[in-house]
Structures are given as structure tokens and as C-alpha cells.
């Protein structure tokens, strides 16, 4: 079956723009989780959606948004880029809240110049 | 707020010893333990979890192990082989609030 895919790839954009990341987590999996990982802070969580709604959330800015969609599918904003948002940008599904296995997409990485 | 330490930070052995990456968590309501392994520009792929409710659990040549009253989890690798090089994260979850809280990362290389 389909792991979870995130596209795009590699993205990259100026100091002030905004992007949106795309996540489609397992087949069946409810739950879409989000991570930031850096070379200097390793993998920080952005946060958490189950059912459309936001479960969980991370010490992350009001920069950085997100939503699901009925479907599971999921989505991460962030605007108004700074150079420290470059990253590489992971989600991860699971079948549900409380389930684990949690399996991670290959990532976005941004790169803000 | 939650926090995962993870020692050691980097890791060299022979191929064939036994590696062994420790770490502690501070939220005592934490109940799951996965470990994952995130080789060079991939994505972190899980090698074995842990519920608090288990001590040990083991899948062929790796093996994990809970102590719940210490707060202390660890990841056993024998017999390890070149390709067990990569970078091994841990993390705990706490299921009520669904935030998955990682270690820092050790760095394993196993050297022919």
C-alpha cells in the first residue's frame, strides 16, 4: 500500500512569502502529524490533527498553520518566511489518536533565501 | 514541558559488537516508545516501539527495553552490521495529548 506522500520535494522561496506543504497520510490513517527537523534543533513537532481538528500544538508561531480535510489529507501554511524556517518538513499518519506507529512522509525541504 | 534526552550523541563500534542508545523522558504520563532510524536525506523509519504497559520487547538483532519507575529506555543493536549506520532517534508520546516528543539523536557507525 501507499506510504504517506508529501510534495512537494524541495521548494524555495524569499523572506516574506508564504507556502503551503501537502501531506496524504496512509490509506485508512486519521491522524496527520507534522515535524520540523534542523540540523540544530532536530525534530521539533509543529502539531496534530485528527478528524479536521487540531489536537496538539507546538511552541511554533501563529506564523505556521494548519488544517485536514475529510478525506485525511492534510496541509501546513507558513507565512511570512524567515531565513530560519528552512527545514526539512516531515508528516507523519497514524491509524488514529493514541495508535503510534506513526509512519513518516520523505519531507519537504524549504529552503528560505 | 516535555523532554527527551538522548545520549550518546554519536556512537562508533566494530562491526559485529553491540550498540546501545539510552534515553530519558520527563513526562511520567508518556505510555509510548518508538525508536527510529533516519539514514542520510531519508525520512525516519520505525525500527521497534514500546508500550509503558511492556519491558522489553525484541525483533531479531534489535531490542528495547522500558524502565518505567526511572523514566529510562534504551535500544539494544547486536551484532551490527554496516548498513545499521544511521542516525537513531528516540521519542515518547504521551497518548492524551498526542504530541510526539524526540531525542536529540545519536549517531551510529559501524565500521567493516
Known amino acids: 500500500k501507499a506510504g504517506v506522500t508529501q510534495t512537494p520535494r524541495y521548494l524555495i522561496k524569499t523572506r516574506g512569502q508564504q507556502v503551503t506543504l501537502s501531506c496524504s497520510p496512509i490509506?485508512?490513517?486519521?491522524?496527520v502529524s507534522w515535524y520540523q527537523q534542523t540540523p540544530g534543533q532536530g525534530l521539533q513537532f509543529l502539531f496534530e490533527?485528527?478528524?479536521?481538528?487540531?489536537?496538539n500544538k507546538g511552541n511554533f508561531p501563529g506564523r505556521f498553520s494548519g488544517r485536514q480535510f475529510s478525506n485525511s489529507r492534510s496541509e501546513m501554511n507558513v507565512s511570512t518566511l524567515e531565513l530560519g524556517d528552512s527545514a526539512l518538513y516531515l508528516c507523519?499518519?497514524?491509524?488514529?489518536?493514541?495508535?503510534?506507529?506513526?509512519?513518516f512522509g520523505s519531507g519537504t525541504r524549504l529552503t528560505v533565501v | 514541558g516535555e523532554n527527551v534526552e538522548q545520549h550518546p550523541s554519536t556512537l562508533s563500534v566494530q562491526e559485529g559488537d553491540s550498540a546501545v542508545i539510552k534515553c530519558t523522558y520527563s513526562?511520567?504520563?508518556?505510555?509510548?516508545f518508538p525508536w527510529y532510524k533516519q539514514e542520510l536525506g531519508k525520512r525516519p523509519q520505525l525500527i521497534i516501539d514500546?508500550?509503558?504497559?511492556?519491558g522489553e520487547k525484541k525483533d531479531q538483532r534489535i531490542a528495547v527495553t522500558l524502565n518505567k519507575t526511572a523514566k529510562h529506555f534504551s535500544l539494544h543493536i547486536t551484532e551490527t552490521q554496516p548498513e545499521d549506520s544511521a542516525v537513531y532517534f528516540c521519542?515518547?508520546?504521551?497518548?492524551?495529548?498526542?504530541?510526539?516528543?524526540f531525542g536529540t539523536g545519536t549517531r551510529l557507525l559501524v565500521s567493516p
Open positions: 490509506s485508512g490513517h486519521r491522524s
Open positions: 521519542a515518547a508520546l504521551n497518548t492524551g495529548f498526542q504530541k510526539l516528543v
Open positions: 514500546i508500550r509503558s504497559n511492556v
Open positions: 513526562d511520567s504520563a508518556s505510555n509510548y
Open positions: 507523519a499518519s497514524s491509524l488514529a489518536q493514541g495508535a503510534g506507529g506513526y509512519t
Open positions: 490533527y485528527f478528524s479536521e481538528t487540531q489536537r
